[in-house]
């Protein structure tokens, strides 16, 4: 039961039930994700408009 919850189940018909470490992984690699790629864009914006002039 624990174990279920934790690391998800194969329902009835074969379909997968994500548990709560599944869950948490894909959210912290979604997080991860997003602030890399927006890293990524801010550095080409940067570099094309040539920011990094602050006050």
Same mark, same amino acid.
Not at 16 to 35: P, Y
Not at 41 to 53: A, D, P, Q, T
């Given at each position: *039961? =624990? &174990? @279920?919850?934790?690391?998800?189940? /194969?329902?009835?018909?074969?379909? #997968?039930? @994500?548990?709560?470490? #599944? /869950?948490?992984?894909?959210?912290? =690699?979604?997080?991860?994700?997003? &602030? =890399?790629?927006?890293?990524?864009v801010?550095? *080409?914006?940067? &570099?094309?408009?040539?920011?990094?002039?602050?006050?």
């Amino acid at each position: *039961m =624990v &174990s @279920d919850i934790l690391f998800g189940k /194969t329902g009835p018909r074969g379909g #997968q039930h @994500d548990g709560l470490m #599944q /869950t948490l992984a894909r959210s912290a =690699v979604r997080t991860i994700g997003s &602030s =890399v790629g927006r890293e990524i864009v801010r550095g *080409m914006l940067g &570099s094309i408009f040539g920011g990094g002039k602050r006050r």
